[in-house]
């Protein structure tokens, strides 16, 4: 069986998967910038990117004893890229993709309160804990705009993982 955090990631990059429409193309996982950048249409058209990034795990307690019990924090990132023509036109769709990723995350803390799966027993909790913008148009991409979003989820395990 999966460890705890490899549940938690592939749920998550599901849930944002199902989540894919106007502002959110289908997401990735652990996929190489180069890569995405690729996959975007040619000659600066409208289009977009999402990437989960599994991230890293932060123990915040640890209770001894014969059950040790784990209380951890998931930490992941997206990789979030837009590109339109105009400063106005990414701007807009940058801040729409923010928007469904935020409401993505507090589904998923909703569903874990009311016992949904697959959220039921596997998180305490989930919410957005930072964006880290990029400004791609300095790094000589002038039509894509993106950041990296954090988010964290709370949850235990007997495994420090």
């Known amino acids: 069986m999966a460890s705890r955090s490899e549940q938690i990631r592939v749920a998550f990059h599901e849930a944002l998967v199902a989540a894919a429409g106007p502002a959110l193309p289908v997401a990735t996982r652990n996929d190489a910038l ?13 289009g977009a990117a999402l990437n989960l990034v599994d991230g890293s795990i932060v ?12 209380d951890l924090g998931l ?6 890229i837009v590109q339109a023509a105009s400063q106005t036109d990414r701007d ?3 801040d729409a993709g923010l928007v469904a990723i935020n409401d993505v995350v507090e589904a ?3 569903d874990a309160e009311q016992e949904k ?3 039921h027993g596997l998180i305490g909790s989930a919410r957005v804990t930072g964006i880290e913008g990029s400004n791609l148009a300095i790094d000589g991409v002038p039509q894509l705009k993106g950041g990296v979003i954090g988010v964290t989820f709370e949850f235990t395990s007997y495994r420090p993982f």
């Open 34 to 46: 180069p890569q995405i950048l690729d996959e975007l249409p040619a000659s600066g058209a409208p």
């Open 59 to 70: 123990d915040r307690n640890e209770t001894l004893g014969p059950d040790r019990v784990y």
């Open 75 to 80: 930490i992941v990132e997206l990789e979030w």
């Open 92 to 94: 807009a769709a940058f």
């Open 108 to 110: 998923i803390e909703v």
């Open 117 to 119: 799966a697959p959220w």
